[in-house]
């Protein structure tokens, strides 16, 4: 069986996969609508933005609606659309261990989803505080870069246990994310969302502020990937034993 | 085309799937040796399923298929061996010919040096379009392109599901010489078509589904003999076909004459005592047999047969 030497030409075919769906669009106007909201905020703010407009844009925004659903989409389109449009099997029938095939479904949705999350974070931003609090936004940065690897990882496994996984994983971003966990601070610590702000508040440091909350971030930080590593178990697991649908 | 060692084998034992209460396969036995078999039955009679559980792509309920003696479910180093053709269009449509293959070839662990590529494209008389996208191929096409990935490694089982579908009269003359070629070579090479002419004239071997259920195997024309509860049919044109006609009605073997625009047509309910005891008459009866030929000896007859009981 083959090994590392097929994931270069996985990711590369996952990628133009991703990059060929129309789908790709609406990932990117949602990414960066945080970018579109610091602009409004800016051009029609008259005494300007504070860092605390910043946060609680990154908090409610970024962090509970931008990153899950383009995690949510672009983790659900590396591997669910090749599965749902029987493309899939071209993949499974050659000689290479399902988890290569797993892991850079898994990369490419993390790496994008960084790329486009990570830029829009930024921008928003420097946009809004320029660059009086740096470490608010290298926080920013990495929060997002925490919760978008471990979101995707979720996504990618969800599509190959699922058939729904779309509508599965709106189910539990809505619910259990934007909703459950928002509100009870127990369930915090099974919080994708509250990892990534357990990030951002580490490396934000004395510019924490509100950001700051019940997890440590070093306790995130591990719970996050804690979570990739067994999506990613779970999801090579599952492709190992995963039967083509047919008829006839 | 370069000869794999050793000898495959395919090898499907009492093999059942079901989905829930459904039962898709049923009890299914055969074995594969190199050469062409083709894969019969009506729509929804288990073929591609039968087909997927011999590529891997499905965990066989009960019973097991393997490949060399080893299992095929779950073992993705099968796919080494193993070259499949699956019948659903979807491709990448993004990716061209070239790339579609040499993805394949990759994925295959082949070095790119190779030529494989090329190969595979060029026996599928695909090279002067390889770089067009396949979004822009037509049915027959994709499925060429499907084709060449599949023997890019040069398997030694080749499993394709109805793979003349979209193919237009030309590009099917092609593929059944491929596949000639390939059995030729000491391939297994195992195919479903619901288009009878075309096993017919490719296949030495038929697996007939009925149900879910292995209906017959082996060749066509041995099915049919093997057929004892229903008579056959035989057109002779002779030198005297009635006075031949005459010494045949008196045989217990044959159950019915016909004198019919000089052709002589007989059914026998005992096919070795009639092709045994046939030249032996003609001589009592003074009478030269021109031509002997099995009326009802072809695979739709047979196919026919076999779905009806």
Same mark, same amino acid.
């Given at each position: 069986?083959?090994?590392?030497?097929?994931?270069?030409?996985?990711?590369?075919?996952?990628?133009?996969?991703?990059?060929?769906?129309?789908?790709?669009?609406?990932?990117?106007?949602?990414?960066?609508?945080?970018?579109?909201?610091?602009?409004?905020?800016?051009?029609?703010?008259?005494?300007?933005?504070?860092?605390?407009?910043?946060?609680?844009?990154?908090?409610?925004?970024?962090?509970?609606?931008?990153?899950?659903?383009?995690?949510?989409?672009?983790?659900?389109?590396?591997?669910?659309?090749?599965?749902?449009?029987?493309?899939?099997?071209?993949?499974?029938?050659?000689?290479?261990?399902?988890?290569?095939?797993?892991?850079?479904?898994?990369?490419?949705?993390?790496?994008?989803?960084?790329?486009?999350?990570?830029?829009?974070?930024?921008?928003?931003?420097?946009?809004?505080?320029?660059?009086?609090?740096?470490?608010?936004?290298?926080?920013?940065?990495?929060?997002?870069?925490?919760?978008?690897?471990?979101?995707?990882?979720?996504?990618?496994?969800?599509?190959?246990?699922?058939?729904?996984?779309?509508?599965?994983?709106?189910?539990?971003?809505?619910?259990?994310?934007?909703?459950?966990?928002?509100?009870?601070?127990?369930?915090?610590?099974?919080?994708?969302?509250?990892?990534?702000?357990?990030?951002?508040?580490?490396?934000?440091?004395?510019?924490?502020?509100?950001?700051?909350?019940?997890?440590?971030?070093?306790?995130?930080?591990?719970?996050?990937?804690?979570?990739?590593?067994?999506?990613?178990?779970?999801?090579?697991?599952?492709?190992?034993?995963?039967?083509?649908?047919?008829?006839? | 085309?370069?000869?794999?060692?050793?000898?495959?084998?395919?090898?499907?034992?009492?093999?059942?799937?079901?989905?829930?209460?459904?039962?898709?396969?049923?009890?299914?036995?055969?074995?594969?040796?190199?050469?062409?078999?083709?894969?019969?039955?009506?729509?929804?009679?288990?073929?591609?399923?039968?087909?997927?559980?011999?590529?891997?792509?499905?965990?066989?309920?009960?019973?097991?298929?393997?490949?060399? +003696? !080893?299992?095929?479910?779950?073992?993705?180093? @099968?796919?080494?061996? $193993?070259?499949? &053709?699956? /019948? #659903?269009?979807? *491709?990448?449509?993004?990716?061209?010919?070239?790339?579609?293959?040499?993805?394949?070839?990759?994925?295959?662990?082949?070095?790119?040096?190779?030529?494989?590529?090329?190969?595979?494209?060029?026996?599928?008389?695909?090279?002067?379009?390889?770089?067009?996208?396949?979004?822009?191929?037509?049915?027959?096409?994709?499925?060429?392109?499907?084709?060449?990935?599949?023997?890019?490694?040069?398997?030694?089982?080749?499993?394709?599901?109805?793979?003349?579908?979209?193919?237009?009269?030309?590009?099917?003359?092609?593929?059944?010489?491929?596949?000639?070629?390939?059995?030729?070579? +000491? !391939?297994?090479?195992?195919?479903?078509?619901? @288009?009878?002419?075309? $096993?017919?004239? &490719?296949? /030495? #071997?038929?697996? *007939?589904?009925?149900?879910?259920?292995?209906?017959?195997?082996?060749?066509?024309?041995?099915?049919?003999?093997?057929?004892?509860?229903?008579?056959?049919?035989?057109?002779?044109?002779?030198?005297?076909?009635?006075?031949?006609?005459?010494?045949?009605?008196?045989?217990?073997?044959?159950?019915?004459?016909?004198?019919?625009?000089?052709?002589?047509?007989?059914?026998?309910?005992?096919?070795?005592?009639?092709?045994?005891?046939?030249?032996?008459?003609?001589?009592?009866?003074?009478?030269?047999?021109?031509?002997?030929?099995?009326?009802?000896?072809?695979?739709?007859?047979?196919?026919?047969?076999?779905?009806?009981?």
């Amino acid at each position: 069986m083959l090994g590392a030497s097929v994931l270069g030409p996985l990711v590369d075919v996952t990628i133009r996969g991703l990059l060929g769906r129309r789908r790709i669009l609406l990932v990117g106007l949602l990414a960066m609508s945080p970018v579109g909201v610091a602009l409004i905020l800016v051009l029609g703010g008259g005494s300007g933005a504070s860092a605390e407009d910043l946060r609680q844009l990154y908090d409610s925004l970024v962090m509970t609606t931008v990153v899950p659903l383009v995690a949510l989409i672009l983790g659900t389109t590396a591997i669910g659309a090749e599965i749902d449009d029987g493309t899939v099997i071209h993949l499974l029938a050659r000689p290479v261990g399902r988890s290569w095939i797993v892991l850079a479904k898994m990369l490419v949705a993390a790496i994008s989803g960084v790329m486009l999350c990570g830029t829009a974070a930024l921008l928003t931003g420097l946009l809004l505080v320029g660059l009086d609090a740096p470490r608010l936004v290298l926080g920013m940065l990495g929060g997002t870069a925490v919760a978008v690897i471990a979101y995707t990882a979720v996504f990618v496994t969800l599509s190959v246990w699922s058939g729904r996984a779309l509508i599965v994983g709106l189910g539990y971003v809505l619910l259990w994310e934007g909703f459950i966990a928002s509100f009870f601070s127990g369930t915090r610590l099974l919080s994708i969302r509250e990892y990534g702000l357990a990030a951002a508040a580490g490396i934000a440091g004395p510019d924490a502020g509100s950001l700051a909350g019940d997890v440590a971030p070093a306790i995130g930080l591990a719970l996050a990937a804690l979570v990739t590593v067994v999506a990613f178990g779970l999801g090579a697991r599952r492709l190992a034993r995963f039967e083509i649908s047919d008829a006839g | 085309m370069t000869n794999a060692a050793p000898v495959p084998t395919v090898s499907v034992n009492a093999v059942a799937k079901w989905y829930g209460n459904v039962v898709a396969v049923n009890d299914v036995t055969f074995g594969l040796a190199p050469g062409v078999t083709g894969l019969l039955g009506p729509n929804g009679a288990g073929k591609s399923t039968l087909l997927h559980l011999v590529a891997g792509l499905l965990r066989p309920s009960a019973g097991s298929v393997t490949v060399d +003696g !080893r299992p095929t479910f779950g073992d993705p180093a @099968i796919y080494r061996r $193993v070259g499949l &053709v699956p /019948e #659903r269009e979807a *491709v990448f449509p993004y990716l061209t010919a070239r790339e579609f293959v040499r993805l394949s070839a990759q994925l295959q662990g082949l070095p790119l040096g190779s030529g494989a590529v090329d190969r595979a494209l060029e026996r599928v008389e695909l090279s002067m379009a390889a770089d067009r996208e396949l979004a822009t191929y037509s049915k027959g096409m994709r499925q060429r392109a499907k084709v060449a990935a599949a023997l890019v490694h040069d398997p030694a089982v080749l499993v394709l599901d109805e793979p003349f579908n979209g193919m237009d009269p030309r590009q099917r003359l092609h593929m059944m010489a491929l596949l000639r070629e390939f059995a030729d070579a +000491g !391939r297994v090479i195992l195919f479903s078509s619901h @288009i009878l002419e075309e $096993v017919e004239r &490719v296949a /030495e #071997r038929v697996l *007939v589904v009925v149900a879910g259920r292995l209906a017959a195997s082996g060749d066509f024309r041995e099915i049919r003999r093997l057929m004892t509860d229903r008579p056959h049919s035989f057109t002779l044109r002779t030198s005297d076909d009635r006075a031949l006609a005459v010494r045949l009605a008196g045989r217990p073997m044959v159950s019915g004459l016909a004198l019919e625009d000089g052709r002589l047509d007989v059914r026998t309910a005992d096919f070795a005592a009639f092709t045994r005891e046939l030249p032996g008459l003609a001589r009592e009866a003074g009478v030269s047999i021109f031509e002997l030929a099995p009326a009802d000896e072809s695979l739709e007859s047979v196919f026919d047969y076999l779905v009806r009981r």
